[in-house]
């Protein structure tokens, strides 16, 4: 059952240089109690896709077509204090630098203990003060460190409470855009065992914004991969990491040093396309070692193929 039906998304940032499509026509479904991971390079539109989701696109990006069906709530036609409902309450958001918005000068506690007033999870002070001591506690932190400032953590520390702020709100969906990415791979580890956790004993669905598919490979149920501001390929994250069919995909694997094969690390040749004038046909035609004549000047749209998979090629 899709907890989330993206269709047709498309949002655009006017700038004064040009129109940057950073999406531009993604649909995507959600399954409740799934891992999904969003992959592809910098640039690719993962962020921009993610916090649609929540409506947090800021001037100059507009979302400007498209459906975000939430349970069943176009989330676009939404304003107000029924947007405000949905967002942290239903869809939880974790995003790279927890610091952007952890209040330094107020106690960790203190701040998940606002926010679960403010959503009416609690009717009093100090019920609040011991279910954010909980939270605290699902995640791994002693609730004793309630007390103590965000500077007082270890930054995995800090993305812990981060996560603890938004899964105490109890959401549906919990959106991570790169949590990971400032942190070391043991403490990235450890907040990835974390998500799983949360997604295997409360039946969280997860989307994960990663540029690291082999991350998202360890993790995911399913991977969705985006090219320039387009959805290439999606299915099952083992099916998608063994047996790409998109030559993005392809290329992106090959590019991921892994440490138990002695395989040669084969970076993407050429880089990705400016948004504002993307290549007509195929966004990856100038970098496609399989292009077509086709491939320059029609446009390919995501089709499904056996096995829940589907893709973009044309010649594939
Ligand atoms: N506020 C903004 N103003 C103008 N352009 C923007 C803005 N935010 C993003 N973009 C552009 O939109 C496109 C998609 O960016 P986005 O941040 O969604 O990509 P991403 O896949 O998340 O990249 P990264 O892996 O670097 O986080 C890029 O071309 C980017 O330059
Ligand atoms: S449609 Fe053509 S250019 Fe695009 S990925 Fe497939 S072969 Fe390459
Ligand atoms: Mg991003």
Same mark, same amino acid.
């Given at each position: ?97 927890? *610091? ?38 699902? $995640? ?39 949590? *990971? ?5 043991? $403490? ?109 000047? *029609? ?5 499904? $193929? ?11």
């Amino acid at each position: 059952m899709a907890v989330l039906d993206i269709q047709d998304l498309k949002v655009h940032y006017y700038t004064l240089t040009g129109i940057v499509r950073a999406v531009d026509g993604v649909s995507l479904s959600v399954n409740k109690g799934e891992w999904i991971s969003i992959v592809g390079e910098s640039g690719s539109g993962k962020s921009t896709l993610a916090l649609s989701i929540p409506r947090l696109i800021m001037p100059p990006g507009r979302i400007v077509g498209g459906r975000i069906l939430y349970s069943g709530v176009d989330l676009l036609s939404l304003a107000g204090e029924e947007l405000r409902r949905y967002r942290g309450r239903e869809i939880g958001m974790v995003f790279q630098d927890p *610091t952007a918005y952890l209040d330094p000068y107020r106690t960790v506690g203190s701040q998940i203990a606002e926010s679960l007033l403010e959503h009416g999870l609690a009717s009093s002070g100090s019920e609040a003060e011991s279910m954010a001591g909980d939270a605290l506690e699902l $995640v791994g932190i002693p609730r004793d460190r309630a007390s103590v400032y965000p500077h007082q953590l270890s930054g995995g520390q800090r993305q812990r409470v981060a996560i603890a702020a938004a899964v105490a709100l109890e959401p549906k969906i919990l959106i991570a855009d790169e949590p *990971t990415t400032a942190l070391d791979v043991v $403490v990235q580890a450890k907040i990835m065992d974390l998500m799983k956790k949360l997604q295997e004993e409360r039946g969280l669905t997860v989307m994960l914004v990663t540029h690291d598919i082999g991350l998202a490979a360890e993790y995911s149920d399913r991977i969705a991969v985006m090219y320039a501001g387009e959805l290439v390929e999606i299915g099952p994250a083992e099916d998608v990491v063994s047996n790409p069919i998109h030559p993005y995909t392809e290329m992106l694997i090959k590019s991921v040093p892994d440490p138990w094969e002695d395989r040669e690390v084969k970076p993407i040749p050429g880089s990705p396309p400016d948004l504002r004038n993307p290549p007509p046909g195929c966004r990856f035609h100038p970098r496609c070692p399989l292009r077509q004549p086709l491939c320059t000047n *029609t446009r390919p749209s995501l089709r499904m $193929v056996d096995g829940g998979r589907g893709h973009s090629c044309l010649v594939r």
